[in-house]
């Protein structure tokens, strides 16, 4: 067995012994690693990230590479937590990183509610040392936390060595480690398609009845415009700039937006983005919750984004 663990090292990296010296370590069995389920949970996890960072044009490829810096998970909690840190944005030395990845962690596990708990999966350590295992242990309690609604790939299990080096030597076991739990969805729960954003169900359907349900919503926004003398005629791209988007949500929602608020005429997509940010906060106040709907999504005139903003507030007022 230990010629098995030390054999795999060698094809990535010398293993360092010492580094283990007291420690119990978990490695992801070879096999494992080539896992479909496992492959799925790192992609959808890698695009949960990008998807948060978008604003802040933060991209990354491996989870392994891009967050033991801590500049990344620094974002993520500023974004996700709206705990705003004070501290270098890049770290570039080996000390810095783990004196950063030692704050942001720490307000982390507060968030997640781990702080005092001896169980937690993930350090410091493991993070810089870019352990895999402990990475995706730590992004799916932030996705549980922050975004529970997000459906990762469930029942994804791994097969790990754990390998303890002491004086005497050193012992290893293996054992099977759980990353998502198996769906808890019973013949009683809604289905995934229940549970479905309307739109995206919608986009799903035959061209002919998309446009039946846009050319609707169309409608609905050009009576209620009409009375300022605008007209909606593209809706993909006429509220990228959040201007028609504020004065639609101020005459549905009975309230004037003072024009020192936003940009009337923005030129660049920095004014845009806090034109549909405000407009998209206006709406959260009010009650109408679009947390999947990022506001540069609706600057980069993304259609989904777009039609779930009009959709839920033509589905609120042609209810009332």
């Known amino acids: 067995m230990e010629a098995d663990i030390f054999e795999y090292h060698k094809e990535e990296d010398n293993l360092d012994v010492e580094s283990f010296q007291g420690d119990k370590r978990k490695l992801i069995q070879p096999a494992s690693l080539k896992d479909p389920k496992l492959e799925k949970l790192k992609e959808e996890l890698v695009d949960w990230i990008n998807k948060a960072l978008k604003p802040e044009h933060i991209v990354v490829q491996s989870l392994e590479e891009d967050l033991y810096d801590g500049l990344v998970l620094h974002h993520l909690l500023s974004r996700l937590a709206g705990v705003h840190l004070t501290m270098d944005e890049i770290a570039l030395t080996s000390t810095a990183q783990i004196r950063k990845?030692?704050?942001?962690?720490?307000?982390?596990?507060?968030?997640?509610?781990?702080?005092?708990?001896?169980?937690?999966?993930?350090?410091?350590?493991?993070?810089?040392?870019?352990d895999l295992l402990a990475t995706i242990h730590l992004l799916v309690a932030m996705v549980r936390c922050f975004q529970p609604e997000l459906d990762l790939p469930p029942n994804v299990k791994v097969e790990v060595v754990v390998v303890e080096v002491s004086k005497s030597g050193?012992?290893?076991d293996v054992q099977t480690e759980v990353l998502t739990e198996e769906s808890s969805m019973s013949s009683d729960s809604p289905s995934n398609a229940e549970r479905e954003d309307p739109i995206e169900q919608l986009l799903k359907l035959e061209a002919h009845k998309v446009?039946?349900?846009?050319k609707?919503?169309?409608?609905f926004v050009n009576q209620n415009v009409a009375a300022m003398g605008l007209q909606v005629a593209d809706m993909d791209k006429q509220f990228a700039d959040g201007v028609i988007l504020l004065l639609l949500i101020g005459q549905l929602e009975g309230f004037f937006v003072p024009l020192f608020e936003f940009n009337l005429t923005p030129v660049n997509d920095s004014e845009m983005l806090h034109n549909v940010t405000l407009a998209l906060d206006l709406l959260n106040d009010s009650g109408l919750q679009l947390s999947t709907v990022d506001p540069q999504d609706i600057v980069s005139q993304d259609v989904v984004a777009t039609l779930k903003v009009l959709y839920a507030l033509f589905k609120r007022h042609k209810e009332k």
């Not at 720490?106 to 870019?130: A, F, M, P, T, Y």
């Open 216 to 219: 609707a919503i169309l409608h």
């Open 211 to 214: 446009n039946t349900v846009k």
């Open 170 to 172: 050193i012992k290893s």
């Open 101 to 130: 990845l030692e704050v942001v962690l720490e307000e982390l596990d507060k968030r997640l509610g781990l702080q005092d708990c001896s169980d937690i999966k993930w350090n410091v350590k493991l993070i810089h040392n870019k």
